[in-house]
C-alpha cells in the first residue's frame, strides 16, 4: 500500500518537505519521504486475551493502515486548511447570519494551531 502527499511545503512549516508516502516494513507500516527516507512509524495495536493471544490481528493491522494513510495526508490537509481559511473568512464577512459557517472556520484554526503548536505547548 502506498498513499502519497503532494506537499509544497517550505521550510517554515516545521515538517518534512515533499511528498509523503506509507510503506510496509517489516511488521509495521513507515511514513516516508519522497527519497524514501523515514519519518514515522505505525505499528498495529496489540490487545491479548486470557490466553495471551492477539485478539482481532486483522482488524489491528486495517487501524493501522488507515492511521498511517491519515498521517500521510496530513500536510496536504494542512495546505487545503491554510489555503482555504481567508476564503472562508471572506466569506463570512459577506454573509449576514452563518453561524455554521462561523464553528466551522474556528474548526479549521484550531486544527492548523494544533499542526503548528509544538508538542508539549499550548496556543
Known sequence: MTTTSNVGADASRGHTRGQWETRREWSSLCIVDETGDYIADI???ETF???LEIEDEEASKAESEANARLIAAAPDMLDALEDS????VALLTHLDDAPELGAKIAKVRAAIAKARTPAGETK
Open 85 to 88: 481559511l481567508p476564503e472562508l
Open 43 to 45: 505499528h498495529a495495536r
Open 49 to 51: 486475551d486470557e490466553n
